[in-house]
């Protein structure tokens, strides 16, 4: 199992905002970065420290931390969104990146 | 603009090994690492390894210890990932990735910003 847990399924009305968390004891000594990955294609960086968007990622995307928990919030959710999103950060000795699970996103 | 473009797909039959290449354009090749991450059918995403395209260094994942060799060829801006005595549950898509690091704070983060496009290595006899 993963030392970051993520639920593996949430869904959202479209227009309507999401939470999409992370938990891990890393969390609390290092940023997660937040990839969003369609089918048959290569994951896409979405968020990464304390809540940066890479150029090209839209502003309804954003990150946020507490604790043992990271979130990546997607505010007006579009149907493009739909999509599993990937958690990442450091395992318990901080020498080693490790994914979260997954979560697969469902756009109603 | 910054691209990874990964060797095409493999299959290898059970104890072989496969090497996948992932040359990089459009930054300085020898300022950043490049991490390894697979995907197996179906599943997560798996974290492999580090290689720093500066000095060589690595870093592997360590359940793969023993099995896997990454390396570099500055002169041609590539990578390499080598995957030894293949089983049939490394079948997976394999990706190269450029990694970077982010401080702020009082907190470090580490990201991967840019992927290859994969490459599919099936391990099957």
């Known amino acids: 199992s993963s030392e970051l847990t993520q639920d593996p399924a949430v869904s959202v009305a479209l227009g309507q905002t999401v939470r999409i968390t992370c938990q891990g004891d890393?969390?609390?000594?290092?940023?997660a970065s937040w990839y969003q990955q369609k089918p048959g294609q290569a994951p896409v960086l979405v968020i990464y420290?304390?809540?940066n968007r890479p150029s090209g990622i839209p502003d309804r995307f954003s990150g946020s931390s507490s604790g043992n928990t990271a979130s990546l919030t997607i505010t007006g959710a579009q149907a493009e969104d739909e999509a599993d999103y990937y958690c990442?950060?450091?395992?318990?000795?901080?020498?080693?990146?490790?994914f979260g699970g997954g979560t697969k996103l469902t756009v109603l | 603009q910054v691209q990874l473009v990964q060797s095409g797909a493999e299959v290898k039959k059970p104890g072989a090994s496969v090497k996948v290449s992932c040359k990089a354009s459009g930054y300085t090749f020898t300022s950043y690492g490049i991490s390894w991450v697979r995907q197996a059918p179906g599943q997560g995403l798996e974290w492999m390894g580090w290689i720093s395209a500066y000095n060589g260094n690595t870093n592997y994942a360590q359940k793969l210890q023993g099995r896997v060799t990454m390396t570099t060829d500055t002169s041609t801006s590539t990578a390499y990932m080598e995957l030894r005595s293949l089983r049939s549950d490394d079948t997976a898509v394999y990706y190269c990735?450029?990694?970077?690091?982010?401080?702020?704070?009082?907190?470090?983060?580490?990201?991967?910003?840019?992927w290859g496009q994969g490459t599919l290595v099936t391990v099957s006899s």
């Open positions: 420290g304390k809540n």
């Open positions: 990442n950060s450091r395992d318990s000795s901080g020498n080693h990146p490790v």
């Open positions: 990735a450029r990694d970077e690091a982010y401080y702020g704070s009082g907190n470090f983060g580490y990201y991967f910003d840019y």
């Open positions: 890393s969390l609390r000594s290092y940023y």
